[in-house]
């Protein structure tokens, strides 16, 4: 069979620091389990417009298509904000998600038992905290059309997004969220805001036939997405899985974020259909930014981006022993108490992250004896 592949998009701030440890455990595995992949390597975000003037490159975008994984790191930062829409480094991304139509963005929230101190929370509400929120990714408001910025007759301007779904849109994204909690704890809740937007009616709509249709062992609820952000810092342990629009989605997943300790503790895995070669496109970035505020100092978590390789081990290469090998290897050194700053809490020691990949290099051998 030919070699598996991934195409490499570090990107801009932190991107490419966490990326570098990542490479380092991806090089551990073809050393150690023999477990090697084609790696190519290319720009996006600020990044490929300083090389090329624009975020993603037509190259690399067709690159991105026949691979079988991406691995990104993150884009954007002050040095492009001012540019316009089109050419900001956050487009590079979107085009991704929108041109492999990577519908269904998995962000499990996971609260290792390590951590549950560095949680803003109270222990006892994160204290053994999974679940798992399915974020549509290729609709919404972020694509919809009408959209810009116009100028009206008496001086004043008008911004404009349009929030839209199609039926299918929402079922798709749908499937995948009760085939997810088929596997976990069979409980899905549907999140909108059906009491105020005609997109949320439908979603609704949608999703309760969906649950008739053909996932009636599942137990579904429905909650509009204000109530969802209170009841995840209230009591987030009454979720499983989370199933909701691209903006509300990208909301809720910073929040639960927190219950993990960290940003920049969490990955998450961008799906699509299975092609006519049985491909499933996919893209696996962590959930955090560029973090201009830390760039380039070495303090930055590489272990979101650590994760969502795990995540690509699991869900696109089939290897689940090489995935829990990887999440065991984060779990004890969190466990040894080895924290890059965002995780510190009281007797712990901050490292740098490239200490933090050191750790876990010494701990992936360590387990594999
Ligand atoms: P951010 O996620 O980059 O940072 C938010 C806060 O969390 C910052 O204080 C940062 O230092 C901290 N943080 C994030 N990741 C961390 C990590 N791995 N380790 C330690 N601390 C971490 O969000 P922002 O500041 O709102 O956005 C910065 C830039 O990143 C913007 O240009 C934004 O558009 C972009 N962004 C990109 C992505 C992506 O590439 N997927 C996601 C979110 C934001
Ligand atoms: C995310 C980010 C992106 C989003 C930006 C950078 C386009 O915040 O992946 O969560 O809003 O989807
Ligand atoms: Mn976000």
Not at 142 to 154: S, V
């Amino acid at each position: 069979a030919a070699n598996k592949s991934i195409l490499f998009l570090p990107g801009d701030g932190i991107g490419p620091e966490a990326m570098t440890q990542v490479r380092r455990v991806i090089e551990w595995m073809g050393r150690e389990r023999s477990v090697s992949f084609d790696l190519d390597e290319d720009l996006v975000g600020g990044a490929a417009i300083d090389a090329h003037g624009v975020p993603l490159a037509d190259a690399t975008m067709e690159k991105a298509l026949n691979v079988d994984a991406v691995l990104l790191g993150a884009v954007g930062g002050p040095k492009w904000d001012d540019l316009p829409f089109e050419k900001k480094p956050e487009r590079g991304l979107l085009r991704l998600r929108k041109e492999m139509e990577l519908y269904a963005n998995l962000r499990p929230a996971l609260c290792f038992e390590a951590l549950v101190s560095a949680s803003s929370l109270k222990p006892e509400i994160v204290s053994g905290l999974d679940i798992m929120i399915v974020r549509e990714l290729t609709g919404g408001v972020y694509f919809g059309e009408p959209r810009g910025i116009e100028e009206l007759p008496d001086g004043q301007r008008r911004g404009i997004n349009t929030q839209v779904y199609t039926t299918n849109e929402i079922r798709r994204v749908g499937d995948v969220a009760f085939d997810l909690a088929r596997k976990r704890s069979g409980h899905v809740t549907s999140s909108e805001k059906a009491n105020v937007m005609e997109s949320g009616v439908l979603w609704r709509q949608e999703i309760t036939k969906l649950h008739q249709e053909k996932h009636s062992d599942i137990k579904l609820d429905h909650m509009y997405a204000d109530n969802a952000g209170m009841q995840l810092v209230r009591n987030p342990k009454q979720f499983d899985v989370i199933v909701t629009d691209n903006l509300f989605g990208d909301m809720l997943s910073d929040v639960a974020a927190m219950l993990t300790g960290s940003l920049g503790m969490l990955p998450s895995a961008s799906l699509g259909d299975v092609d006519a070669n049985g491909r499933r496109k996919a893209l696996y970035e962590p959930v955090h930014g560029s973090a201009p505020d830390i760039a380039g100092q070495d303090k930055a978590n590489p272990l979101a981006t650590l994760l969502s390789y795990a995540m690509a081990l699991r869900y696109t290469f089939d290897l689940a022993e090489e995935a829990d090998l990887v999440e065991q290897a984060v779990q004890n050194v969190l466990d040894s108490g080895i924290r890059t700053p965002d995780i510190m809490a009281e007797g712990t020691k901050a490292v740098s992250t490239s200490a933090m990949g050191d750790a876990v290099l010494a701990e992936l051998d360590r387990l594999n004896g």
